[in-house]
């Protein structure tokens, strides 16, 4: 057990609708990491904040933002979805906002139909 | 643009044996590499890493090479078991930069 809990952990919905996805860091960390990984691919990074600040910006598309709230949780919003954005999205937490180790949730499975 | 590279997506050995999992990069400003572990619906787990002021880090049956001059890293698992049987994923991270680059990943498969 990481200490990082996603929510929902399976999500089946339908094109051009919206979901949140939910993150609580590691008790004491203060940066959460959003990934993507689609069928057999790598891990796409998305987004990070640091204590509540966006502090870098990767492969995210518009339809998609972020947010991390005062208690640090995070939430990754998609909207406008598309059968491209079916994927595993997860949720990673560090201590701080440079080097060291990201401990990963178990992810949540997203499917658009 | 693949900064993080694995060009190897699967790896057979036998039990025993060592695997060598390689990774490439592209980005002269990563300092600091990583090496996740992930079996099947379950997130990554870290391994093992590494920081550019060293050429090896050992942890147990794992060894991390760092080779800056060919901006190419490899994780060493000796011996192999079955229980080692997972996707292993490389990840890089730069001074000034907050991101963590990860590799396409190699499935390692490990025959008893």
């Known amino acids: 057990d990481s200490g990082v809990t996603q929510t929902p952990k399976h999500l089946i919905t339908a094109t051009g609708q919206r979901v949140t996805l939910r993150c609580s860091p590691r008790s004491g960390d203060l940066s959460v990491y959003w990934y993507q990984q689609s069928l057999d691919q790598g891990l796409q990074f998305l987004i990070q904040?640091?204590?509540?600040?966006?502090?870098a910006k990767g492969n995210i598309l518009e339809r998609f933002s972020a947010q991390q709230f005062p208690d640090l949780h995070s939430e990754l919003n998609l909207s406008s979805l598309e059968l491209g954005d079916s994927a595993l999205y997860f949720c990673a937490s560090s201590v701080g906002g440079l080097a060291g180790e990201l401990f990963f949730g178990e992810g949540s499975r997203l499917t658009v139909l | 643009d693949q900064q993080v590279k694995q060009n190897s997506p699967s790896l057979s050995v036998q039990e025993g044996r060592i695997s060598i999992l390689n990774c490439d990069y592209t980005n002269s400003m990563f300092d600091y590499f990583l090496w996740y572990k992930k079996y099947p619906a379950e997130g990554p787990t870290f391994l093992i890493s590494?920081?550019?002021?060293?050429d090896k880090n050992e942890d147990g049956r794992f060894t991390v090479f760092l080779n800056k001059s060919a901006k190419h890293l490899s994780l060493h698992i000796v011996p192999s078991q079955p229980g080692d049987s997972a996707v292993y994923f490389c990840a890089a991270s730069g001074s000034g930069t907050y991101k963590y680059i990860f590799g396409t990943g190699t499935r390692l498969k490990v025959l008893a």
């Open positions: 904040y640091y204590n509540g600040e966006e502090r």
């Open positions: 590494i920081s550019s002021i060293k």
